[in-house]
């Protein structure tokens, strides 16, 4: 299926309500925020883009500063997966590896969509051991995917 790079068509309806259900199904297990973001064209290094995006889409106002942005430049075929300062004091050098191997071999393959969720399952899976949900949790920030 040959994609739109248009970051509002980029998944069908289906895939972005199984993305959207993945979010929701990774924070139950955490206090951790997870949040995907779609461009299409980074005019820069796709990590420092992302670290923007981060700050600019309020990422570094959980309690626990401990959200993570999915960042997918279309265009580019580039990715970055970025956490807050409380995920990077407590989590080993791999933590981000893992995460970013869950993705990259279906990314390659064409298929984003199943890239995306078993990211963001790691993603859940990972912050769980570090940032267990407790009964006074609450979703602090929007489970949607934000564009840019």
Not at 102 to 111: P, R
Not at 122 to 142: H, I, M, Q, S, Y
């Amino acid at each position: 299926m040959k994609r739109s790079l248009n970051p509002k068509k980029f998944f069908t309806p289906e895939e972005e309500t199984q993305i959207l259900a993945a979010i929701q199904e990774a924070e139950q297990k955490t206090s951790g925020e997870v949040r995907v973001h779609l461009v299409k064209h980074c005019w820069g290094d796709v990590y420092e883009e992302a670290v923007k995006i981060f700050e600019k889409i309020g990422m570094t106002q959980t309690a626990e500063r401990n959200g993570v942005l999915i960042y997918l430049a279309l265009k580019n075929h580039q990715f970055a997966v970025i956490g807050d300062i409380g995920i990077h004091e407590k989590v080993p050098p791999n933590f981000w590896g893992k995460i970013r191997d869950a993705m990259q071999d279906d990314f390659h393959k064409g298929d984003f969509a199943k890239g995306l969720i078993d990211g963001i399952h790691t993603c859940g899976a990972e912050l769980a051991r570090f940032f267990p949900r407790r009964v006074e949790d609450k979703n602090e920030l929007a489970d949607q995917i934000s564009r840019g």
